[in-house]
């Protein structure tokens, strides 16, 4: 079975943070499809927002971000206008200020703003947008660059969600990602966070890591609950030296084999499970009472470009350079180069340069997808019927299950497929099977495990 399990872990599949996903959207969705798109945005429908700030003072070995080193400020403050013209761009198209139920600010480090630009934005969202009193505001935060005032300014911003950047406390394997961040850093900034009022906090730690052993991962993982983080995201991470050139710095022979990786990934599980965290699909977990436990029991949890969520807006709308956005219609992307991002919006365009129509089809498998992704369970009987279409056209993606289903990882029944205990970690690979994109896919994917 270890023969098995470690021929899975190997397989590349999509994250499937949306789908079809993003190697597939194209430049015939562009900036005139997307004004189109927002006229015709219901102006009863709840929006979410996203922010990307492309910079952080340093890059780590391990990062797949789409981001730059700026040591110095000023390119900051120059995107930071940028960003704000945009907001005023698409604001401006949609004509009245939309219900805000979710903002998320991303990176890169976007804690880097300084004083002066964090509250220019956020005083343009607060006045283009009208934002839920009881919304989630949260921001990616970088530990080493957190401070007594930076959490100050982060209140005042009016964040309410912080995510923390932790990946492991092991010194040797720090040093190995090019990150060194002791406990102590993390118990700092969270106590800055907690002074302030902001105490929903969420760590990101990761597994397969170079030099990293499977008691490195557990130990960290005691560690970082020992700090009572709402929620936690184990990811695993993905060595992909031919997109992000810099992981070139990390030794293939120092990274842990496949099995190592699956026993990693499955003692944090076990470790926060015991600890009292819930389980929330294949690489979260969150306290009983964090709103993420709550959708998962409600069946109300989502997926999006972040990752599990409890955002169930249908308008997600992005600024910034290599942003990605989804309306009814379908996904738009922004130029990821800065310099043309910047230039395009200086003009007064919005800087759009590819995206996907959703056919019906792709509405029908996305359901199916996001679905056995969030609940580990789905009825295509139910999807199908629901979206006018017939579950026995996908007699042959049952089929395409059944090494799966041997093995134990997936149980069917019917129209109905189960992801089982040993089968969670490998979920991706369930969800493939319903990806009409996957045997033409020509990009490179990490993983499954």
């Not at 949609?94 to 480090?109: E, K, P, Y």
């Not at 982060?154 to 492991?168: C, F």
Request: some cysteine; proline content about 5%.
């Amino acid at each position: 079975m270890d023969k098995k399990l470690s021929a899975y872990a190997t397989r590349t599949v999509p994250r499937y943070t949306s789908y079809p996903t993003a190697p597939h959207f194209g430049p015939d969705v562009d900036a005139e499809t997307y004004v189109d798109w927002l006229d015709a945005l219901d102006p009863a429908l709840n929006v979410s927002l996203y922010l990307h700030i492309p910079y952080c003072r340093s890059i780590c070995r391990y990062c797949g971000c789409h981001t730059k080193a700026a040591v110095r400020d000023d390119p900051v403050y120059d995107y930071a206008d940028m960003l704000g013209a945009e907001i005023d761009l698409v604001a401006e198209r949609l004509g009245r200020r939309r219900r805000v139920s979710h903002i998320h600010w991303g990176g890169g480090t976007p804690s880097l703003l300084p004083a002066e630009p964090l509250a220019m934005l956020a005083e343009k969202l607060a006045t283009r947008f009208e934002i839920a009193e009881d919304g989630e505001h949260a921001m990616e935060l970088d530990p080493r660059t957190v401070n007594a005032a930076l959490a100050e300014r982060l209140k005042a911003a009016g964040i309410n969600r912080a995510s923390l950047g932790v990946q492991d406390f092991t010194p040797a394997v720090q040093e190995a990602i090019g990150r060194i961040q002791p406990f102590e850093t993390v118990v700092d900034t969270v106590e800055h966070l907690h002074a302030v009022g902001i105490t929903a906090i969420n760590f990101d730690l990761m597994y397969g890591l170079p030099l990293q052993s499977v008691d490195d991962v557990a130990r960290t993982a005691e560690m970082a609950a020992s700090l009572s983080p709402a929620r936690i995201a184990i990811f695993g991470y993905a060595h992909v030296p031919w997109f992000k050139v810099h992981q070139r710095l990390i030794k293939t022979e120092d990274l842990p084999g496949a099995l190592e990786r699956i026993e990693q990934a499955e003692r944090a599980r076990a470790v926060l499970e015991e600890l009292g965290y819930v389980s929330i699909g294949f690489d979260h977990f969150a306290r009983a009472d964090d709103p993420m436990a709550v959708a998962l029991s409600e069946g109300g949890l989502k997926r999006n470009f972040q990752g599990y969520t409890t955002d169930t807006a249908r308008a997600l709308i992005g600024f910034g350079a290599s942003s990605i956005g989804q309306l009814p219609q379908g996904y738009i992307q922004n130029n990821p180069d800065i310099g043309h991002y910047k230039r395009t919006v200086a003009e007064g365009r919005l800087p759009i340069v590819r995206g996907k129509e959703l056919s019906a089809d792709d509405r029908l498998r996305a359901e199916i997808i996001e679905t056995l992704m969030t609940t580990l369970h789905v009825d295509i009987g139910e999807v199908a019927t629901r979206h006018g279409s017939d579950a026995a056209a996908f007699a042959p993606t049952f089929d395409a299950l059944q090494d799966l289903v041997r093995d134990g990882l997936v149980t069917t029944d019917g129209s109905t497929i189960d992801v089982t205990a040993t089968g969670r970690p490998f979920v991706r690979l369930a969800a493939a099977a319903f990806d009409a994109y996957l045997d033409a896919e020509k990009a490179r994917h990490s993983v499954a495990v």
